[in-house]
């Protein structure tokens, strides 16, 4: 996601590998399904967490989703005789994409951080015990 994130900025500026209007369609296409399959990995992830902490991700999950489906569909969309519309709606789309995957990936670092905390901690009480002979 990060190089169609940064060909689209390369895009906004006349530089890049994407030339043609049609090239950024077809890569926001590609953008808004690696969207969705984060989402999926997240919610994997989110199996492993407590419950106030799955609650917090899956809300954030929750607000990637629709703004997925709706690149999708926009990327879709025939705008004949707009194509400057098009691609606008497009770049504002993903824009929102992008402010809000910083919000869910930032929360997943510090949700991944805290459960490494928790288990090794419950690894080190386990070797203790095991160790005094209680286990």
């Not at 926009?74 to 770049?91: A, E, G, M, R």
Request: charged share 20%.
């Amino acid at each position: 996601m990060s190089s169609m994130a940064y060909s689209l900025y390369l895009f906004t500026r006349g530089e890049g590998p994407l030339k043609t209007s049609q090239d950024l369609i077809h890569q926001l296409e590609v953008f808004a399904a690696e969207g969705l399959k984060l989402t999926s990995s997240v919610q994997a992830f989110s199996k492993q967490l407590k419950d106030d902490d799955k609650l917090m991700l899956l809300l954030e999950i929750n607000k990637l989703i629709p703004l997925c489906h709706q690149l999708q569909t926009v990327t879709k969309t025939s705008l004949q005789n707009k194509v400057f519309l098009k691609v606008d709606k497009c770049i504002t789309k993903t824009r929102s994409m992008m402010a809000l995957l910083v919000q869910l990936l930032s929360l997943c670092y510090k949700l991944l951080k805290k459960l490494q905390m928790e288990n090794n901690g419950w690894i080190s009480v386990t070797n203790k015990d095991s160790m005094d002979g209680k286990i």
